[in-house]
């Protein structure tokens, strides 16, 4: 007997057993248990691989079903109590019931099957996996703030699981703890507000010493309600900034006068500077060990031209400048490459650095060549990928490629192209725990001709 058909002539002597009942054969890339009943696919919520479980299915469709765990039968001994009250209401996370090495193994074979079943490649070598800190690590975030006078009044928080409703919480384990501990106070300070029903979102950024919270609102703040915004800045050591429409309308409320956020690289001798609704990676401790392990890999030399695509802020270019060789920068915010001109200049950097503006999803053999001759290049899109530059690469293309990831699926894609069409070797891949306790994967993988 099959240990599946095992399980279900269990579930006869199994009165409190309620749905069908699966035994949880892998994870999906969304951190979701995978089994085959009765021929079919189901995806479920909460279950980890080993375990027998019954499932309530909430999507059924001819091929496959999504499903939440009911009840679990068998245990896997990687389960563990998920620390967080909110677990299982609130979006942000999906992964605290895995205990956090085995998430980490999880998120390997989500990298390794999707270049395996995506692009039909292996890497020569599995890099190990670069770890960090598994709480108090989101450096930034963005809450969600709703007037709901049914529920008890102002809701703060992140999205629900598979909604955008808010899953109000009193505090978070991945923010940095003194964040955390201020969800309850805004809480307080945005119903005490004129308009509490107009300030839809707070983003918040974590520099080194600095916390910034931009509060985005759909009417202009009364002078009653700047003065309270102001006393909450010095009462909680935070800059309180303003956003009535884009994020470029941004802007400091109070202190007046305050130095602004940045971020250190100490092993590149390089700060960064940006404002608070640009792009960073969330992680610090992770964004310093990848960046190691990219310059590792790409290991920028004296008189080579590098590019470095999709380069935000100069995260990635200014330790290549760093290291000598002269970095191309390109990305498709305006603001971004600004602030990367602005970063390499404040670091002495800006003799061996150049940064354009340009779409790189339309990127042409044409676009790339304009570029100019380079030796290495660096790709760091968002999930997306980054097709049409693969697509793109000529005979005069670089012999060596870094490409960093936020999507094992795009850059599977991707690495096929360069590896079946471009005659790239993938010489290795790992992953970066970018984001414990969600299904997100960060990965590196190096690629050569
Ligand atoms: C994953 S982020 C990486 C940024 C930077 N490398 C870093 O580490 O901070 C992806 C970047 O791609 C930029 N981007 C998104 N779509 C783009 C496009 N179509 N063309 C060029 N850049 C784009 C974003 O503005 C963002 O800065």
């Not at 279900?8 to 089994?35: C, K, M, N, Y």
């Not at 980054?386 to 991707?414: E, F, M």
């Amino acid at each position: 007997m099959s240990e599946q058909n095992s399980a279900q002539a269990h579930t006869r002597f199994q009165p409190e057993a309620r749905g069908p009942l699966a035994t949880i054969e892998s994870l999906d890339h969304e951190g979701r248990g995978v089994a085959r009943v009765e021929g079919k696919t189901i995806f479920i919520e909460g279950a980890l691989p080993g375990e027998v479980v019954t499932y309530r299915t909430h999507r059924a469709k001819p091929n496959y079903e999504v499903a939440d765990v009911d009840q679990v039968l068998r245990v896997s001994a990687q389960r563990v109590a998920p620390p967080c009250p909110h677990f299982g209401v609130c979006g942000g996370c999906s992964m605290q019931h895995l205990e956090a090495n085995a998430q980490v193994a999880a998120k390997q074979r989500v990298l390794e099957s999707a270049l395996w079943h995506i692009g039909r490649l292996k890497p020569e070598i599995l890099y190990p996996a670069i770890v960090g800190p598994t709480w108090g690590y989101r450096y930034r975030s963005r809450l969600t703030v709703r007037l709901v006078p049914s529920k008890g009044g102002l809701l703060i928080g992140f999205h629900q699981r598979r909604s955008s409703y808010v899953a109000p919480m009193e505090s978070c384990a991945i923010l940095p703890p003194h964040v955390s501990a201020l969800v309850p106070r805004l809480r307080d300070l945005i119903a005490g507000l004129s308009i509490p029903d107009r300030v839809p979102q707070i983003e918040i950024a974590v520099g080194e010493g600095i916390t910034v919270l931009v509060f985005r609102h759909l009417q202009p703040f009364s002078a009653a309600d700047q003065a309270r915004l102001a006393a909450f800045a010095d009462a909680e050591g935070v800059q309180v900034w303003v956003q009535p429409n884009g994020p470029d309308s941004a802007r400091r409320l109070h202190p007046r006068k305050a130095p602004g956020l940045a971020y250190t690289l100490p092993e590149f001798g390089v700060s960064m500077a940006f404002r608070p609704t640009d792009f960073t990676q969330v992680n610090m401790w992770i964004n310093r060990v990848l960046m190691r392990r990219a310059m590792q890999l790409l290991d920028p030399q004296p008189g080579e031209r590098i590019a470095d695509l999709f380069c935000g802020l100069g995260n990635f270019s200014l330790p290549i400048a760093s290291r000598g060789a002269h970095v191309v920068g390109v990305e498709g915010s305006a603001a971004l490459v600004r602030r990367a001109g602005e970063n390499a200049a404040a670091n002495g950097l800006a003799q061996r650095s150049e940064f354009y503006e340009a779409n790189l999803f339309e990127a042409t053999e044409d676009s790339i060549a304009a570029l100019g001759h380079l030796d290495k290049m660096l790709i760091d899109p968002p999930r997306e990928g980054a097709i049409a530059v693969v697509k793109a690469l000529g005979p005069d293309a670089p012999r060596r490629i870094v490409y960093v990831s936020c999507n094992p699926a795009t850059l599977a894609r991707d690495a096929a192209v360069l590896f079946h069409e471009k005659g790239y070797a993938l010489k290795g891949a790992g992953i970066a725990n970018m984001f414990p306790h969600t299904s997100h994967v960060e990965s590196i993988a190096l690629f050569e001709r």
